[in-house]
């Protein structure tokens, strides 16, 4: 059974579809569009196009295909550059689609050459990952990252369409499951409490029955945000909130270099450093911030750095993540379980404690 979900956009609305399986239906936009005269691309990564070559064809045929090195090695500007040559070797013109099939990386990457190619061209995202079906997927931030930061390179560029077949995560390495967990939590931290008691009582698993629903509400949520601030402008709250963890867990990924954490690891990371954060601000208690390690730790992902990093490198790679304002950073706090709030003009003595507290040196 098919469902679909509505992100409201004006001119940029878009719907995502759910099942367990959504090949035909995929298969079904690209003939569509195809006997409408559009040439169609396919940006997917090695792993998928090794594992899921039957549900590659499926939903695709002979269509052009490029595979890229799963991982953000891959979200760079050297990626960036063979996404746009291969378009230019398909001929890919104004009318033409690209297919985004994999997880965050390829989703943010495609998305970006499409916006830049022909200074902007359809694309759709087929998220294979937890982490992009409850996340990446949704809500047109595109980008890749650089050497001095993460997603500091991107564009607003709404998808014309979101599959999330979740019979694909049936492959799905149990690290990268775990990794999009760190977005489930979140969501459940910053706006839904009873997905939160939920997630403690039970974690959640492939095999969990209730995994669809859950990935369905995670992007309800992250809709409603998206529709009420869009280019996140909001000058409190709004999709900056989605951030949760996320300042933290970018310098978690750029000083131990990109690749050493998968993002999910990092934000859950990121989710401890906050939870810390708030109880410093005074928002939280300490069983708060034991429920939050307890949910992270569940859900096999790290409460605390594999090895020590330097305060100093994470602190300098903070102040160059894209979500500093006015020269000063903007962090996503808890005012408690299942409500955040945006704050700035933090301390630099608590940032540092509480990045100490998840094993900074």
Not at 160 to 176: D, H, M, Y
Not at 185 to 199: R, S, T
Not at 297 to 305: G, S, T
Request: glycine share 14%.
């Amino acid at each position: 059974m098919v469902e679909t979900l509505m992100v409201s956009l004006g001119e940029r609305s878009y719907a995502i579809r759910f099942g367990m399986d959504l090949a035909g239906d995929v298969r079904a936009e690209v003939t569509r569009l195809t006997s409408a005269g559009r040439k169609i691309a396919v940006l997917t990564d090695t792993t998928f196009a090794r594992v899921q070559s039957g549900a590659l064809a499926a939903m695709f045929g002979d269509t052009p295909v490029l595979a890229v090195e799963p991982g953000e090695g891959s979200k760079s500007l050297r990626g960036l550059g063979r996404v746009l040559d291969f378009l230019a070797e398909q001929k890919i013109d104004r009318g033409g689609v690209l297919f985004a099939v994999g997880g965050g990386v390829v989703g943010d990457l495609g998305g970006f050459a499409a916006a830049a190619w022909l200074r902007g061209i359809d694309f759709y995202q087929v998220p294979t990952t937890l982490l992009a079906m409850v996340d990446s997927s949704v809500g047109g931030k595109t980008g890749i990252n650089l050497a001095a930061g993460k997603n500091l390179v991107g564009a607003f560029h709404q998808p014309r369409g979101v599959f999330v077949s979740t019979g694909l995560l049936g492959t799905l390495p149990t690290r990268e499951f775990a990794a999009g967990m760190a977005e489930v939590i979140k969501y459940g931290l910053l706006g839904d409490p009873e997905l939160l008691a939920q997630l403690e009582r039970v974690p959640l698993t492939v095999a969990s029955v209730d995994l669809a629903g859950v990935v369905r509400g995670c992007c309800a949520l992250k809709a409603r945000i998206v529709e009420a601030d869009e280019r996140e402008t909001a000058q409190e709250g709004g999709r900056a909130l989605l951030n949760l963890g996320h300042t933290f867990g970018h310098a978690v990924e750029n000083a131990a270099g990109y690749g050493e954490y998968l993002h999910g690891e990092a934000v859950a990371i990121g989710l401890c450093a906050a939870a810390r954060l708030s109880q410093k601000l005074g928002y939280m208690t300490a069983a708060d911030v034991g429920r939050v390690e307890g949910v992270v730790a569940a859900h096999a992902l790290p409460v605390r750095l594999r090895a020590p990093l330097a305060f100093g490198e994470l602190h300098a790679a903070m102040t160059r993540d894209k979500k500093v304002r006015a020269g000063g950073l903007r962090f996503v706090v808890l005012k408690r379980l299942g409500e955040a709030a945006t704050q700035s003009e933090i301390s630099p003595g608590l940032i540092e404690e509480s990045f100490r507290a998840v094993g900074a040196t």
